[in-house]
């Protein structure tokens, strides 16, 4: 069975920042894409961003500047360092993985919080 385990979440200031680590259990890593998505309360899960098995990165508009992801082969790690956190950053943050090549995410962690304050 595939795990993946996000940690890093947190409270922090407005303008602070925070590193989210995803570690990927069971899977060949270096062959599976990483994304990370968020859901905040009341709102539907949206795209954050994601990096491909060659290392290739895509960003949402909102974040785009502040976030960065990364990867880390060797350790079956993927990770998203926020920079600039604003209030509307809130939300569970969670990290999903897909097979080289295709659309869909198909296996996803349990979620971290992150919560920005004023």
């Known amino acids: 069975q595939v795990h993946l385990v996000e940690s890093g979440g947190g409270l922090v200031q407005a303008g602070g920042s925070l590193r989210l680590s995803c570690v990927v259990s069971?899977?060949?890593?270096?062959?599976?894409?990483m994304g990370w998505f968020r859901q905040a309360p009341g709102k539907e899960r949206e795209f954050v961003a994601a990096?491909?098995?060659?290392?290739?990165?895509t960003y949402a508009d909102s974040v785009m500047g502040r976030f960065a992801i990364s990867r880390d082969n060797a350790k079956n790690t993927a990770y998203l360092q926020m920079n600039s956190l604003k209030v509307e950053d809130t939300a569970v943050y969670y990290c999903?993985?897909?097979?080289?090549?295709?659309?869909?995410?198909?296996?996803w962690g349990q979620g971290t919080q992150v919560t920005v304050s004023e």
């Open positions: 069971r899977l060949t890593f270096r062959s599976i894409d």
């Open positions: 990096i491909s098995w060659s290392g290739r990165t």
């Open positions: 999903a993985s897909r097979p080289r090549f295709a659309s869909d995410y198909v296996n």
